[in-house]
């Protein structure tokens, strides 16, 4: 599998960066592993600014794959059901949606 700094435009040290602030508030703000169970996650700029980056990189690895294999779409790949790249992308974009919520949507 490829890492972050293979991957144009990517910066992994403010990804990295972002981790390392979003864990520490988890550690100090949260009676669980993640942002979810905060009584703050819906007001929260450090959990949306890190889905955000992190849905970035997902859709700059998924372009660079499609460009990489000559091809527009996901669908027109074989590997369309057991790629990590895609699915990656599709648990990024699940993350932005509700903001890393763990699920909890915000209508």
């Known amino acids: 599998m490829a890492e972050i700094s293979d991957f144009v435009g990517i910066d992994e ?27 703050r ?12 980056l992190q849905f970035d990189i997902a859709i700059a690895k998924l372009k660079q794959c499609q460009e990489a294999n000559n091809i527009s779409s996901c669908m027109n790949c074989s590997e369309f059901f057991e790629c990590k790249i895609r699915s990656g992308y599709v648990n990024a974009t699940y993350e932005k949606m509700n903001e890393g919520r763990g699920g909890q949507f915000d209508f």
């Open 13 to 39: 040290s403010e990804l990295n960066s972002k981790k390392a602030s979003l864990d520490s508030c988890i550690a100090q703000n949260s009676s669980g592993d993640n942002c979810s169970k905060c009584q």
């Open 41 to 52: 996650v819906f007001g929260c700029d450090k959990i949306k600014e890190f889905v955000i």
